[in-house]
């Protein structure tokens, strides 16, 4: 991998908390690939914290992923959102073979979280395509590579609830790929979670997410920015990135952000490095699925069976055969 270049010495000096760089400029934040390129100077970890199914999230990614500069800092992409069963697909697919539709479903159709969640949203298929096409044109030694990180169930092999628990540990899961995969090969890796699963273990606590658990594991601090919103972030641009360090959002309550799931009294600086600002919260959407996916008879028997076997809480027909507006639905607010 060849050495990060073409951001400005402020910018990545600011995000990496360099002393002497602008404090004015590190409160107005950066852009993400701006942020991205600066942290991995220092890390070899830097994890962004998803929200699952908000469309701006994922445009955000975008611009990242098709970034130049990425290649150069990141091999691998630790996702989520599929099923490491299926890393053979994955990998064809990322170097541009010729992989069947069909095939390709699977990666994201059948995780540990369906049927719950099918992550049939258009988004998830489209961040793969995306880095297929990133990748398009690079030498094979440069291009990125994507690692499923939720744990390799066979739902054709699965009867029982038990079967499922099986694969319960999904945050041991993500850390092991990332010691094997990652750092024990000498390589660096971008990471795609759920917050909750990439966010910093607060002073004291023990246990966590992956990030955390590979944290303990190895000493290798993590760059974790996480995606919120905030009344006193209403001035910046979108998509913005701004470090904890130095800011007012090192000391702000984690409660207090839209879309994140800090906890009331845990400083925001103690769960994360930097946050990413996606926009004023009425103004988000949601990435849905086609209702139409799920007329398909076969798929929706297995559907219907996965859900008998776990005893999942979901309605299917009215989360799956329903179409739904796309405006990001507002929680009630939480108290402390």
């Not at 630790?78 to 069909?102: S, W």
């Not at 795609?192 to 658990?213: D, F, N, Q, T």
């Not at 799920?294 to 009215?318: M, Q």
Request: some cysteine.
């Amino acid at each position: 991998m060849m050495a990060a270049t073409g951001v400005g010495a402020v910018g990545a000096a600011a995000l990496a908390g360099v002393p002497g760089a602008s404090a004015s400029a590190a409160r107005r934040g950066h852009g993400l690939a701006d942020a991205v390129v600066a942290a991995f100077r220092r890390h070899r970890v830097v994890a962004i914290g998803e929200v699952h199914g908000q469309q701006e999230h994922h445009d955000a990614l975008q611009t990242l992923l098709l970034d130049p500069r990425l290649p150069e800092v990141v091999d691998d992409i630790v996702v989520e959102f599929g099923n490491a069963l299926y890393q053979p697909t994955m990998d064809r697919f990322t170097d541009g073979a010729a992989v069947e539709d069909p095939d390709l479903r699977l990666v994201w159709r059948n995780t540990t979280q369906s049927p719950v969640a099918t992550l049939d949203a258009p988004m998830y298929e489209q961040f793969f395509r995306t880095v297929r096409a990133a990748n398009w044109a690079l030498p094979e030694n440069e291009r990125m590579r994507v690692l499923l990180g939720d744990p390799p169930i066979d739902w054709a092999r699965v009867t029982t609830k038990e079967d499922v628990r099986a694969f319960d540990d999904r945050d041991g899961h993500m850390a092991s790929v990332l010691k094997r995969e990652v750092l024990d090969k000498g390589r660096r890796a971008l990471v795609c979670y759920g917050s909750r699963h990439v966010m910093h273990a607060p002073p004291g606590a023990e246990g966590g997410g992956g990030i955390p658990l590979i944290e303990q594991q190895t000493g290798q601090r993590a760059y974790v920015i996480l995606s919120g919103g905030h009344p006193r972030l209403a001035s910046h641009p979108r998509r913005a990135v701004i470090p904890a360090q130095g800011t007012w959002l090192e000391t702000a309550d984690s409660s207090e952000f839209h879309y994140l799931p800090g906890d009331c009294g845990i400083a925001f600086g103690a769960i994360a490095d930097a946050l990413l600002y996606l926009g004023p919260r009425n103004e988000q959407t949601q990435s849905l699925w086609n209702p139409a996916l799920y007329l398909d008879p076969a798929y929706w028997a297995e559907l219907r069976r996965r859900k008998a076997i776990t005893g999942a809480p979901v309605d299917l027909r009215r989360q799956y055969r329903h179409q739904h507006s796309v405006v990001w639905p507002t929680p009630p607010p939480g108290e402390c």
